[in-house]
């Protein structure tokens, strides 16, 4: 069984720039999360799908932050304008439905200068 | 509001012996709990969990502890071995349906040594 794809793996950008994150989950599964993890934290939720519709983003900065799930399966989160304090590991994670045993995906790590 | 608290940031234990991991919330809603295991460049990996109507759960080497009066969970292995050596994380949640979220401790680095 294949797991979480996310790419790229690696990104560095200017503050002010825009970037965008892609995220591929486990076949069949319905919720799809996005965390941000900074350095020396754990894991933090930013938007919780299920299937495509969004039922929990309170913790996703609206104004810089988006994020949507096509056809209930590929997921895309964007940030725009990026700033400095946006530099962590962004992690998508899948589970066939509510938060139980999330399966995570390898992370994109985004540097911002 | 840190909900879910590792106050160990690492742990240092020798190749065959007990490695004790703890975790505290404050959420009383809280009542599944779940570790993850994370490896440098990789996703956390779900490693075992616990339903707050037991107080303990065991696969394997790994054993987890939960005592829901001290709001206290532990996580032992035993034997201790080398490839355990990795940055695990507590996860809690609180059952409201689907729109259930887990809140992560910020995590303990485990070092086994030879």
């Known amino acids: 069984e294949a797991g979480v794809a996310q790419s790229p793996r690696y990104k560095i950008i200017e503050k002010r720039q825009s970037v965008a994150f892609w995220c591929n989950p486990i076949?069949?599964?319905?919720?799809l999360y996005w965390y941000q993890q900074i350095l020396g934290q754990g894991p933090k939720l930013l938007i919780q799908?299920?299937?495509?519709?969004?039922?929990?983003d309170s913790q996703l900065p609206k104004d810089r932050f988006s994020a949507e799930r096509l056809k209930g399966v590929d997921s895309t989160l964007k940030i725009q304008p990026a700033k400095l304090e946006d530099s962590a590991v962004y992690l998508c994670?899948?589970?066939?439905?509510?938060?139980?045993?999330?399966?995570f995906g390898p992370g994109t790590r985004l540097t911002v200068t | 509001d840190q909900q879910v608290k590792q106050n160990s940031p690492s742990l240092s234990v020798q190749e065959g012996r007990i490695s004790i991991l703890n975790c505290d919330y404050t959420n009383s809603m809280f009542d599944y709990f779940l570790w993850y295991k994370k490896y440098p460049a990789e996703g956390p990996t779900f490693l075992i969990s616990?339903?707050?109507?037991?107080d303990k759960n065991e696969d394997g080497r790994f054993t987890v502890f939960l005592n829901k009066s001290a709001k206290h969970l532990s996580l032992h292995i035993v034997p201790s071995q080398p490839g355990d050596s990795a940055v695990y994380f507590c996860?809690?949640?609180?059952?409201?349906?689907?729109?259930?979220?887990?809140?992560f401790g910020t995590g303990t680095r485990l070092q086994v040594t030879l």
């Open positions: 616990i339903s707050s109507i037991k």
């Open positions: 076949s069949g599964h319905a919720t």
């Open positions: 994670a899948s589970s066939l439905w509510g938060p139980y045993e999330q399966y």
């Open positions: 996860a809690a949640s609180a059952a409201t349906g689907t729109a259930s979220k887990l809140t």
């Open positions: 799908f299920q299937n495509n519709g969004v039922v929990d």
